[in-house]
């Protein structure tokens, strides 16, 4: 038996409880793992309190990410004692994830943990990690360096952008930070921001094509703020999208991408391959000064997570919040 945070739906209310459950109810994987470390991120906030159509299916474990050791495996790829973490994959919505004390899931879902990183540093900027390295990569492989001119990271005090932020000044980029928050601006400054600016004095004027100002930008929200950013990339350049916060919608025309020739570069850690997902991992754990990981994060206890969702989704809690499995 081992402890979780289960999930059930009870008079269409959803109920959270840590219980004990036995290994034979985990759902079916080539791996299970002894989970150390997990986190708690909006989109596990938005599950645990119901506030959010994230789980349809009940029971369910949530964490969408986590990081242990190899207790048994089926595939040879992962041996006994090994570390491993994983990131995606639906883990905490369509199959059990990463707030339990032990997880069960599929071999390709999982990578090794690089060498570099330590379990608590790899899940203290986890997936929202993941996900800055990718769209840090992606601007790489479009070609954009340093000596282009500044990268724009809008949603910048989110979990998401703010490694951006951290992860391209460190790089040698010259990072615009958008916030909607004036309260982070001489936080994102220490993160290495060169300027901030707020979300209004990004978004006006409204035009297709506006002033050129941008090397490259990622976009962590999508919708307008996304068309906002494509009309002010210069020529050649691109854009890494990754969020939807904003909303589905897109409402740009074809300018940017025909007369400017921007190109537009879809970021998706859910379903990342596993390659993409090593490289990204490599990036971070060679990049990111140590200090970095520990900074602004705080620790929680399993049996804390319900009472920490609740501030999560009010709007309380500054900087993410580490699971540690290990404490009672």
């Known amino acids: ?59 369910m474990v949530p964490g969408i990410d986590f990081t242990g050791k190899v207790i048994s495996s089926n595939d040879l790829r992962y041996q ?49 990690g993941l996900t800055a390295s990718l769209c840090v990569q992606a601007l790489q492989q479009a070609g954009i360096t340093p000596e282009q001119g500044e990268i724009l990271v809008t949603g910048a005090s989110g979990g998401v952008g703010s490694v951006a932020v951290k992860l391209l000044s460190t790089l040698g980029y010259q990072v615009v930070a958008v916030t909607g928050r004036a309260e982070n601006t001489q936080w994102l400054t220490e993160l290495g921001a060169t300027r901030v600016i707020s979300r209004e004095e990004m978004l006006t004027p409204n035009r297709p094509l506006d002033k050129q100002l941008w090397a490259g930008a990622i976009d962590t929200v999508g919708s307008h703020v996304l068309a906002k950013v494509l009309s002010q990339v210069n020529y050649n350049g691109a854009v890494a999208a990754c969020g939807l916060a904003g909303g589905f919608d897109l409402p740009t025309t074809v300018m940017p991408f025909i007369l400017r020739g921007v190109k537009l570069l879809g970021v998706d850690s859910v379903s990342c391959p596993f390659e993409q997902r090593q490289q990204a991992w490599h990036l971070l754990a060679t990049t990111l000064p140590k200090s970095y990981f520990s900074a602004a994060c705080n620790t929680i206890s399993l049996a804390q997570v319900p009472e920490y969702a609740d501030k999560l989704i009010a709007g309380q809690i500054t900087g993410r919040l580490l699971v540690d499995l290990q404490l009672s």
């Open 1 to 59: 038996m081992f402890n979780a945070l289960v999930l059930r739906q009870e008079q269409d209310k959803t109920l959270a409880k840590v219980e004990q459950i036995a290994e034979t109810e985990l759902p079916d994987g080539e791996v299970l793992v002894q989970v150390e470390y997990s986190t708690l991120n909006y989109k596990d906030g938005l599950a645990i309190t119901g506030k959010g159509k994230i789980v349809r299916n009940f029971p």
């Open 80 to 128: 006994e004692g090994q570390q491993v973490v994983l990131t995606g994959w639906g883990v905490g919505e369509n199959h059990w994830g990463g707030l339990a004390e032990k997880a069960q899931v599929k071999a390709d879902w999982l990578v090794p943990l690089n060498e570099d990183l330590t379990p608590e540093q790899s899940m203290q900027i986890g997936t929202a």
